[in-house]
RNA sequence: GCACAGGUGGCCGAGCGGUUAAUGGCAGCAGACUGUAAAUCUGCCGCUCCUUGCGAGCUACGGAGGUUCGAAUCCUCCCCUGUGCA
């Protein structure tokens, strides 16, 4: 995939950097990782420090320093986990900042002006992300808005691209909740609005693990395969390779990133939690498989430490590793799908899936 | 020596006659985390036993006595700590 600011390798994870900073992680060891796109937020940078403020630092890539690919959420996932301080209507979404309580009002139009000015390789369409449950009129409904949200988000990013230079590419989302015939029927009627890429929303929001593979893998065949497929906001080591072996070209989630601050490690052997009395003398790497460099270079005993006397250096190390594990993932599937070796991949990730502990 | 103020579970610190194994906080132990309101949240946290239950027994609020149906809470003496005065 080439994007104005460089290649993204698919399938790809996008590590999640919301406010303008992947948490922990500086820049240049995001790159030294390989990670070659991350995803930034609508919301969360308007509201600090605001789209014009990013706009005149030259944009989000100068404003971070950050000179590879980026991807904007558009806000939607904030109409669906500001639940409480929002309220919905036909025009967009009122809501009441979680910094300060202060009222702001996003539409479709203002969502496509924001990420305009922050000026992503890819922004996203204003969607709904649908709840879990939603009965299936719920669905229906979130998801007929979703449309006309994202026909809406397309004229204006298509106006605001006449008006100005820009590279930007905008992305349609799917919704459909755990229904595949709405999920088709999102789908087909996105397609007729000709994005240049495609991603499903609404999943991994509290409905069990098989549904979410099952509308994956339901509704990846109906998108153009000459387009990005992208899931949004999935998933664990395991179901990354899963997706991507289905056909999935882009994935993100806060889940390395979060978890790693939380002390939560994801190895070749499983979840490892750090905090564990059991690592209090262990002089052994994370992961004895893995070559980030912190495994080469920090024993569990130090990271234990680090962990419990919660050292803000804890958090980087930890997620350095989660972000390098989760990005030697996808490398390994990306090689595995130019060989061919795709199902013994597959087969090796099922395996040690289940397995809840690192030895 | 005198005068105040205190001595509570690993630590700090509430409670000042009865739903008190004893509020909180910290520390400790474990769990959760999926387009980030998350460096967050939840549970456990005196000991023993079991039919793991708003279960049983035991031990506990400096020490020893006492008052009371009932005491961490009231009284007496003793020990210790802090501050002030000698």
């Not at 130019?338 to 397995?355: E, F, H, I, M, V």
Request: aromatic share 8%.
């Amino acid at each position: 995939m080439i994007l104005p600011h460089g290649v993204v390798q698919t399938p790809a994870f996008m590590p999640v950097g919301t406010a303008g900073s992947v948490k922990a992680v500086p820049q240049h060891m995001l790159e030294a990782l390989d990670a070659q796109i991350i995803l930034g937020n609508t919301y969360h940078l308007y509201l600090r420090p605001g789209h014009e403020l990013v706009r005149k630092m030259g944009g989000l890539h100068r404003f971070m320093s950050w000179p590879r690919p980026i991807l904007t959420d558009s806000g939607g996932f904030q109409v669906f986990s500001l639940n409480g301080l929002r309220n919905i209507t036909e025009a967009g979404v009122r809501f009441r900042s979680h910094l300060d309580g202060s009222t702001h009002f996003f539409s479709p139009e203002h969502s496509m002006e924001v990420q305009f000015a922050l000026g992503a390789d890819i922004a996203m369409a204003f969607d709904e992300c649908t709840e879990y449950p939603a009965d299936y009129g719920r669905a229906r409904q979130s998801l007929e808005l979703t449309l006309r949200w994202a026909k809406r988000s397309r004229d204006h990013f298509a106006t605001l691209s006449s008006q100005r230079e820009g590279a930007q590419s905008l992305f349609g989302i799917i919704q459909g909740g755990i229904y595949s015939d709405l999920r088709r029927e999102s789908a087909e009627r996105l397609i007729e609005l000709d994005f240049p890429g495609y991603a499903l929303g609404g999943l991994s929001v509290g409905e069990p693990r098989a549904l979410t593979r099952e509308i994956i893998q339901a509704t990846l065949p109906l998108l153009p395969k000459d387009k990005p497929r992208y899931v949004m906001g999935v998933g664990y080591p395991e179901e990354i390779v899963e997706y991507a072996a289905l056909g999935v070209d882009m994935m993100d989630c806060v889940l390395p990133t979060r978890a790693a601050r939380h002390g939560l490690l994801f190895t070749s052997g499983g979840r490892l939690n750090i905090k564990n009395q059991r690592y209090s003398e262990d002089q052994s790497p994370i992961d004895p498989e893995c070559s980030c460099m912190v495994c080469q270079r920090y024993s569990r005993a130090y990271l234990r430490h680090l962990q419990a006397a919660r050292e803000p250096l804890a958090a980087t190390l930890n997620t350095l590793h989660n972000l390098a594990f989760y990005l030697d993932t996808m490398r390994s599937v990306r090689d595995a799908i130019s060989t061919g070796n795709l199902p013994g991949l597959l087969d090796r990730t099922r395996a040690r899936g289940g397995q809840p502990e690192a030895g």
